[in-house]
């Protein structure tokens, strides 16, 4: 029987205090600027599928939500000219509405936000796990389950982004079950990881990086050991579940023939090339600098977490090169390895992974916006990464004072963390550390989701009569729709840019030309400052009103 204060049940007691959490206020977030783009993803993929079936039903329905979303949405881009995507969310939540019959608007996004949100939430308790397991350590993974979910910009997103938060989620189980294969080498075990390396393949083409590494691990244990037999199996195992998994459930190898298949990487680099403001200046998105990434992660991040990733990696690193450059050629014994046990060699492939990401990104430098969400998943390694320098510390300074005051100090830093998500809420996707003035806030995109056109619809919709709205950004503000009563629609009225129109014009300063120049955006001088929403000195929005 578990005691009822073991220190086992505190993990199950904080995910359920989250839960509860993420019931409060999963309805609380806007949409997602991609969440209609997926949401016809899923339906369009689902109705492929039902051609190969009798459930005449359930195809009927499909075929009516897919033309509802054409003429709701019908800027969006066609599904078939992005078969790249996966849709190992969009179809289920397809299906799942159409089987359940949601009509209700905004309880399609609901449905969506509370799914990504608990599937987030596993991910967490399974990034417990392998600190738990790597670390054999109950209050530091219960720590790196806490930084790993309260990390603001990622919590900011847990709730509405079903594409970088996905993929985030994705990886997290990927490494999951590595460290589980790692642990016990059976058969099994190793399809498990190969079919979820199939998965993190087709939620993001990066993703291909988590076999690569995996091949390494084989390749230095090969050279360890000598095991030619062993090592072949395993390869040969591994490749064909990786290989039908990813056949059976990435629409992209449906549409491949040899003709194509020379171009297998072109679809994944395609990029509108908008202008992107960075650090006070413009940029096309293609020729952005190196700085983007890091400095978008140095700025959104707590400033203790990246303090202790930077320390853990460096400290990761630093052993692991002392031990390559004292292999010996013909040593007989594994001591001067890259590692001594399975901990170990999960830190090995861990930091493999890290250092390819960072080699693509520098190598390639692709096109960017929207800061740095679609390397969200880096906050698996920041967060793995500053377990790590603590575990370190705590090796070092055992039951010294040192260690105590250490933790104290991480204690204090992240509850200002916890009150930050609080201040924010719900636009914890726009937090800035502490390190970043008012002024510089500014000189960087900020509501690049667009959450807040629904905060911003819903405090014209406390005027009178009909709301003529303009959109002074690059924001489809009339998606916001989905999110609003529908006895509301009749009096909302968007007219784009054609501000000679509107009787009100929202911003969120989200631009994809350069306004030094380009002057579309520019609020008539007959219009004034209505309301303004600011968080912690961040403007996300403004809302301007035609003189009377």
Not at 106 to 121: D, G
Not at 470 to 499: C, Q, Y
Request: proline share 3%; hydrophobic share 50%; aromatic share 26%.
């Amino acid at each position: 029987m578990i005691k009822l204060f073991s220190k086992n049940i505190y993990i199950y007691v904080i995910i359920f205090l989250i839960f509860l959490l993420g019931i409060y206020t999963y309805k609380d977030y806007g949409v997602g600027i991609e969440e209609h783009f997926h949401r016809k993803s899923g339906f369009y993929w689902l109705n492929f599928l039902l051609n190969f079936t009798d459930f005449e039903f359930i195809k009927k329905t499909t075929e009516i939500k897919l033309e509802e979303i054409k003429n709701f949405t019908p800027r969006l881009f066609p599904i078939e000219n992005f078969g790249f995507y996966g849709i190992l969310f969009d179809v289920p939540l397809a299906f799942i509405e159409v089987f359940f019959e949601i009509n209700e608007p905004k309880n399609y996004f609901y449905l969506r936000h509370f799914s990504v949100f608990m599937l987030f939430l596993t991910s967490a308790f399974l990034f417990y796990k392998i600190i738990l397991f790597r670390f054999n350590n109950v209050y530091l993974a219960l720590f790196g389950f806490l930084i790993f979910v309260f990390t603001p910009r990622i919590y900011g997103n847990i709730f509405f982004d079903n594409k970088d938060i996905f993929y985030l989620s994705i990886l997290t189980i990927n490494m999951f079950f590595f460290i589980r294969y790692l642990n016990n080498k059976t058969s099994l075990n190793l399809i498990f990881f190969s079919i979820f390396c199939a998965f993190s393949t087709s939620s993001r083409i990066i993703g291909l990086l988590i076999p690569i590494s995996f091949f390494f691990i084989l390749f230095f244990e090969y050279l360890s050991f000598r095991k030619s037999n062993f090592f072949f199996k395993r390869i040969f195992i591994f490749l064909l579940s990786y290989l039908v998994a990813l056949i059976i459930h990435w629409p992209y190898l449906w549409t491949l023939n040899i003709h194509t298949l020379h171009n297998f990487f072109d679809p994944f680099f395609y990029a509108m090339n908008p202008v992107v403001y960075f650090n006070g200046d413009f940029f096309q998105s293609k020729y952005l600098p190196y700085s983007y990434l890091p400095l978008w992660i140095f700025i959104s991040t707590p400033v203790f977490l990246f303090l202790l990733f930077i320390f853990g990696f460096f400290s990761c690193f630093r052993r692991i090169f002392f031990r390559l450059i004292s292999i010996k050629k013909d040593a007989k014994i594994i001591s001067n390895d890259l590692w001594k046990s399975k901990n170990e060699n999960f830190d090995v492939y861990i930091s493999i992974l890290f250092l390819l990401t960072i080699m693509i990104y520098f190598s390639i430098n692709p096109a960017l916006l929207s800061g740095w969400r679609h390397f969200y998943f880096l906050n698996f390694f920041m967060v793995f990464f500053a377990c790590y320098f603590i575990n370190a510390v705590n090796l070092k300074s055992k039951k010294k004072p040192f260690f105590k005051i250490f933790l104290f100090i991480l204690f204090f830093f992240s509850s200002f963390t916890i009150y930050d998500l609080y201040k924010y809420h719900p636009f914890q996707s726009v937090y800035f550390n502490k390190l970043v003035s008012d002024i510089k806030k500014n000189q960087f995109e900020i509501d690049t989701q667009s959450l807040s056109r629904v905060h911003a619809i819903k405090e014209l919709l406390k005027e009178d009569g009909e709301l003529i709205i303009g959109t002074a950004s690059w924001t489809p503000l009339e998606d916001a729709r989905s999110m609003i009563s529908k006895k509301h629609w009749k009096r909302l009225n968007f007219v784009g840019t054609e501000f000679e129109k509107a009787n009100f014009i929202y911003s969120n300063y989200y631009y994809e030309v350069n306004t030094n120049y380009n002057k579309k955006y520019v609020i008539p001088q007959n219009f004034s400052l209505y309301k303004t929403l600011i968080i912690d000195g961040t403007r996300i929005y403004s809302i301007y009103k035609k003189n009377i």
